[in-house]
């Protein structure tokens, strides 16, 4: 199956900082890139969906101005936790699609605020 | 309203067979899929049925009844490696995934 690349897979970050979580799709190109956050114990929540080159579409409940998100060319989407807070640590994953392909996963990227 | 459901939790025994249902209530529909989840992992893709009737793929069978809003995941030969956690997502009518709450399937010696 085609391949996305999620980076970093772990990151430790201070609290009132920003980091910056990066979703490439190596072998295809990706017009629809989705970002998920899943709890503890839960399926995975939808936080919001980018199409290239246009500003993502967050879901209800999800701060867009706190979760930045840019899918700025075929290949790439990227999400800034912005002002991270301890209970912003979670996992986030990304999943990437071309087309009406079904969508394939990034690796994940463990998310702890300290 | 959009809605998946699955059971919680099945155990079953190593050797044998399971079937893991899914029913989907959800706004439009362009496939339904089953995804594997392993504690601590990202999932990873098992299945995708868009037209009615079952697909199978070695171990692995999915099947789907559109009529029905209804989908089971069948997996033989179980192996302890199967234990996770099973996901099933319908796609929606804007190319969204309605997620189930994911099946923690436990298998026993």
């Known amino acids: 199956g085609a391949v996305v690349s999620q980076h970093p897979s772990r990151v430790i970050c201070k609290s009132g900082t920003s980091v910056k979580i990066e979703c490439r799709s190596l072998?295809?190109?990706?017009?629809?890139m989705f970002w998920y956050r899943q709890f503890p114990k839960q399926s995975l929540m939808l936080m919001a969906t980018?199409?290239?080159?246009?500003?993502?579409?967050?879901e209800q409940g999800v701060e867009k101005d706190k979760f930045l998100i840019n899918h700025a060319s075929l290949t790439l989407s990227t999400l800034t936790v912005t002002s991270a807070h301890p209970e912003d640590s979670s996992f986030y994953i990304c999943s990437a699609k071309s087309g009406d392909t079904e969508a394939f996963f990034g690796q994940g990227t463990r998310l702890t605020v300290v | 309203g959009q809605n998946i459901d699955q059971p919680t939790e099945m155990t079953a025994t190593e050797g044998a067979i399971v079937q893991i249902n899914c029913t989907y209530q959800t706004s439009g529909f362009n496939g339904l899929f089953w995804y594997q989840q392993h504690a601590g992992e990202a999932p990873t893709f098992l299945s995708y049925n868009v037209l009615d009737g079952l697909e199978e793929k070695g171990r692995f069978s999915s099947f789907l009844s559109r009529s029905k809003g209804y989908s089971y995941l069948l997996l033989k030969e179980l192996q302890m490696k199967d234990s996770a956690s099973y996901l099933c997502a319908s796609m929606d009518s804007n190319y969204q995934l309605i997620w189930g709450a994911g099946t923690k399937l436990i298998i026993k010696p």
């Open positions: 072998d295809f190109q990706a017009t629809t």
């Open positions: 980018s199409n290239e080159g246009s500003k993502a579409t967050y």
